[in-house]
Every structure is written in structure tokens, then in C-alpha cells.
């Protein structure tokens, strides 16, 4: 009788999936499910610390500045070690972002995230957004 494996591949796609569901919700304490504790982000946001605590503070300014924010996957590519995401992400600016007061305005921009993973957790992480995109549409440039 064959025992059934789960892939390294299929792990991370789990858990870059499990990523997704947590920031739907808003689950932003839970993010240690999916990120090691010295989680290594090669693509910090200014001032972010370093590890998982980063990575909440990051999603905790984030989502408080775009509280509607959506990411929606357009592209999934993954082997045994890497999972890389295209996504757009929208929303409208209804909170304090990079000291940019609040303009009611949405946005819409594309973003890639390139993760590591080690073990089922994320351990490091590569990504850009289309900040100046968000700056744009938010007035701010």
C-alpha cells in the first residue's frame, strides 16, 4: 500500500495560501503560523524591525492606513524552496499612510512577493509594491 506524500512544493503553496486567508481575515497575530520567528525580509518598509514582529508591523500600518485592502493573486509560480505571488492589491486610503493624511482615495497596483521556505514556514522573504503608484493615486505625488 503507497502512503500518501505532500510535496515540498504543495507545503509552501499551502502555506503561502494560509498567508492569504490570515490577511483576508485580518489575523495579523497569527502570522507566526506562517513566518519564522527571524524571518529575513530583503525588502523591509523604511523603519521596518527585523523578524515576524517587522512583518505584523509592517501589515498592522498597512492594513490600518488601506482598511478595505484587497490582494488578489494573478500569477502563482512554485518549486520545493520558492513560491512567488503576482498580485493586485486595492484599496482605499482611509487611514494615515507614510504621513500622508487620509484622501478617501482607491488605489489599484500590482505588487510580487518571492518567499523561502524552510520546514512549511516562510524564512525569507523578496518583494516590491508599486509604492509610487500608491503615492500617485492617493494625491501624494
Given at each position: 500500500?503507497?502512503?500518501?506524500?505532500?510535496?515540498?512544493?504543495?507545503?509552501?503553496?499551502?502555506?503561502q495560501q494560509r498567508l492569504g486567508e490570515?490577511?483576508?481575515?485580518?489575523?495579523?497575530?497569527?502570522?507566526?503560523?506562517?513566518?519564522?520567528?527571524?524571518v529575513v525580509d530583503h525588502d523591509p518598509a523604511p523603519?521596518?524591525?527585523?523578524?515576524?514582529?517587522?512583518?505584523?508591523?509592517?501589515?498592522?500600518?498597512?492594513?490600518?492606513a488601506f482598511p478595505d485592502a484587497t490582494m488578489t493573486p494573478q500569477v502563482v509560480s512554485a518549486d520545493d524552496e520558492h513560491v512567488t505571488v503576482v498580485l493586485d492589491v486595492e484599496g482605499t486610503h482611509t487611514g494615515e499612510f507614510q504621513g500622508i493624511a487620509p484622501s478617501g482615495k482607491r488605489i489599484k497596483v500590482?505588487?510580487?512577493?518571492?518567499?523561502?521556505?524552510?520546514?512549511?514556514?516562510?524564512?525569507?522573504?523578496?518583494?516590491?509594491?508599486?509604492?509610487?503608484?500608491?503615492?500617485?493615486q492617493i494625491g501624494a505625488a
Open positions: 500500500m503507497a502512503i500518501a506524500t505532500t510535496s515540498a512544493r504543495d507545503t509552501n503553496l499551502e502555506a490570515l490577511l483576508t481575515a485580518r489575523d495579523i497575530d497569527s502570522l507566526d503560523e506562517i513566518f519564522a520567528t527571524d523603519g521596518q524591525p527585523d523578524g515576524v514582529a517587522g512583518i505584523k508591523e509592517f501589515w498592522t500600518t498597512f492594513l490600518s500590482r505588487g510580487i512577493q518571492v518567499g523561502r521556505f524552510a520546514d512549511g514556514k516562510l524564512v525569507e522573504r523578496w518583494g516590491a509594491t508599486d509604492e509610487a503608484g500608491i503615492l500617485t
